[in-house]
C-alpha cells in the first residue's frame, strides 16, 4: 500500500446531517496541514426524485446501508422542487447531478443540496458555469467537476496537445480519450480559478477499467484537488463488482482516491456494501460491522453452508455493531487454519455445528439451529467488549483436542482429528477445534 496521495481537503454538509471530508493532507487555507479524511462512500438513488416519498425512502435505505454521501439526479425543475421536502427528511449529504441545464445546480443550491456535480461536456458556458460556481461559493459548498468518458467531445483545435498528451499513455485509442479528459479539466478549472474557487473534486470515470487506472493516475499528477473514483456503465453486480474492484483497488492500494462510488444495474444498496467492503478490505477506513469469514465449501462439506453464510451475513449485517470477526467453515480439515484471528467461529460437520468463540468451545447444535445460535454469541460476545469484559481479537484458549476418534464418522474426519491431535494444524489459532457428535 502507498501512502494516500496529499490533496486538498473539501468538506460537505451542515451540522444536520453531518460534515464530511474527503481528501486531505495538504496545508488548509490558515497553512495548517490537513490529516487525509477516511476514503468515503457515495451512491446514487435509482428512482425518481421528484417521487418525494420514494426517494426520502431509498436514500434513508442507502444511508442505513452505510452511504456517506448520496447523489440524485435533478433533470427537470420539479427534481429540483423535490429537493426541498427531501432534504429535511434525510440524514446524509445529498448531492445534486446536474445534467444539461445550469438553472437546475441553481436551484437545486436554493433547494439546499450540499454538493453540486458538474459535467463540462453538458454545461460548458463560461458564464453559466460562474453563476453556478458564484451560488456554490455565496453558500459554501463543493462542486465535482466530472469528465466521465462519455460525455466528453473531440475539438479540432485541441489536436496538436491532445497528441502531445496521448503520449503519456498505453495506447492510441486510450491517450487520445486521457488527453480529452485532461484537456477539458484544465480549461474547465481554469473558470474556477479565475473565481477564486478551489472546493472542487475532481472524477473521471471510463467504462474500462485500465482507462480509469490510467486517467485517475495520471490527473492525480496534475491537480491537487481529491478525486473521486468510478467506473461507470460497470454493469450487473456480478461483473460490475470485477470492473470496479480492479479498478479502483488498484489506485487506492497506489495511494490514489478519496471517495469512491461503485456504480451496479441493481439495488444501490450493493453499491454501498461493496465500496464499504473495499475500503475496509484495503483498511482504509476502521470495520463498522462483523467481517464475515467463510469457506468457499468443497466435496467434504456436510451442511448447507453456502444458504448458512449468506443467512449469517445478514443476521449479523443487521444486529451486530462491532467489527467482531466471525468464521464460518464447511469442516475441520482446512478450517482452524482459514479462521485463525476469528472471534466466533463455527465449524460444520455431520449435519452439526460446533461454536467457538475467542477459542472456547460454547456450543454444538444441529445444522437447523447453528444460525439463531451463532447470533446468540455473537451478540452476548458483543455486550462483553462494550462492557471491557472481552476484546477483540484476543486470542484465550489454543487448540481443544478433539473427541475420542472413535465417535468420528468418515475416514477423513478421522485422519484430520489426528492430525489435530498431533498438535500441527491449528497454525497457533485462537480458535480451537473439536469435532464429533453430541
Ligand atoms: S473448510 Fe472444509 S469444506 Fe470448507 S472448503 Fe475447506 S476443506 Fe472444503
Not at 500500500?1 to 487555507?29: C, E, H, L, S, Y
Not at 480509469?212 to 484537488?225: G, L, N, Q
Not at 456504480?263 to 463498522?288: C, F, H, P, Q, T
Request: hydrophobic fraction near 40%; glycine fraction near 10%; charge should be neutral.
Amino acid at each position: 500500500m502507498n501512502a494516500r496521495r496529499p490533496t486538498r481537503q473539501v468538506t460537505i454538509g451542515d451540522a444536520r446531517v453531518g460534515f464530511v471530508k474527503i481528501g486531505g493532507g495538504k496545508p488548509d487555507a490558515s497553512g495548517r496541514a490537513t490529516e487525509p479524511a477516511p476514503v468515503s462512500v457515495q451512491t446514487m438513488t435509482t428512482g425518481y426524485t421528484y417521487d418525494i416519498d420514494a426517494c426520502v425512502a431509498e436514500i434513508n435505505r442507502l444511508t442505513a446501508a452505510g452511504a456517506d454521501v448520496v447523489r440524485v439526479a435533478v433533470p427537470e425543475k420539479k427534481d429540483t422542487e423535490a429537493l426541498k421536502r427531501i432534504i429535511p427528511q434525510v440524514r446524509v449529504p445529498i448531492v445534486a447531478d446536474v445534467h444539461f441545464h445550469f438553472q437546475r445546480a441553481l436551484e437545486a443550491i436554493e433547494a439546499g443540496v450540499h454538493k453540486i456535480r458538474l459535467n463540462p461536456g453538458n454545461i460548458s458556458d463560461r458564464a453559466q458555469v460562474t453563476d453556478v460556481i458564484q451560488a456554490c461559493k455565496a453558500r459554501g459548498l463543493p462542486i465535482r467537476v466530472g469528465v466521465n468518458e462519455g460525455s466528453i467531445i473531440e475539438r479540432k483545435d485541441k489536436e496538436r496537445r491532445l497528441k502531445e498528451l496521448g503520449a503519456f499513455f498505453s495506447d492510441n485509442r486510450r491517450g487520445y480519450l486521457l488527453a480529452i479528459m485532461i484537456t477539458k479539466l484544465e480549461e474547465y478549472l481554469d473558470v474556477f480559478y479565475e473565481q477564486d474557487f478551489y472546493d472542487v473534486v475532481i472524477s473521471a470515470k471510463s467504462m474500462d477499467p485500465v482507462t480509469v487506472i490510467e486517467a485517475y493516475t495520471e490527473i492525480s499528477k496534475r491537480f491537487d484537488h481529491p478525486l473521486h473514483l468510478g467506473v461507470t456503465h460497470a454493469g450487473p453486480k456480478e461483473t460490475g463488482c470485477i470492473r470496479s474492484v480492479v479498478a479502483l483497488g488498484t489506485l487506492l492500494a497506489g495511494g490514489i482516491g478519496d471517495t469512491i462510488r461503485i456504480s451496479y444495474a441493481s439495488d444501490a444498496v450493493y453499491e454501498v456494501e461493496d465500496g464499504l467492503e473495499l475500503v475496509y478490505s484495503l483498511g482504509l477506513r476502521e470495520r463498522k460491522g462483523v467481517e464475515l469469514i467463510a469457506c468457499p465449501t468443497c466435496g467434504r462439506i456436510q451442511v448447507d453452508l453456502i444458504s448458512l453464510v449468506q443467512d449469517v451475513r445478514k443476521k449479523l449485517s443487521a444486529e451486530v455493531a462491532l467489527p467482531i470477526k466471525v468464521a464460518v467453515m464447511g469442516c475441520i480439515v482446512n478450517g482452524p487454519g482459514e479462521a485463525e484471528g476469528a472471534d466466533v467461529a463455527v465449524f460444520a460437520g455431520d449435519r452439526r455445528g460446533i461454536i467457538y468463540v475467542q477459542g472456547e468451545r460454547v456450543a454444538n447444535v444441529p445444522e437447523e439451529q447453528i444460525l439463531d445460535r451463532l447470533l446468540i454469541e455473537c451478540k452476548q460476545f458483543e455486550a462483553r467488549v462494550q462492557r471491557g469484559e472481552a476484546r477483540l481479537g484476543e486470542k484465550k484458549v489454543d487448540i481443544v483436542p478433539p473427541d475420542p476418534i472413535g465417535a468420528l464418522g468418515s475416514g477423513w474426519e478421522k485422519m484430520a482429528a489426528e492430525k489435530l491431535r498431533a498438535g500441527g494444524e491449528d497454525g497457533g489459532t485462537g480458535v480451537a477445534l473439536t469435532v464429533g457428535r453430541s
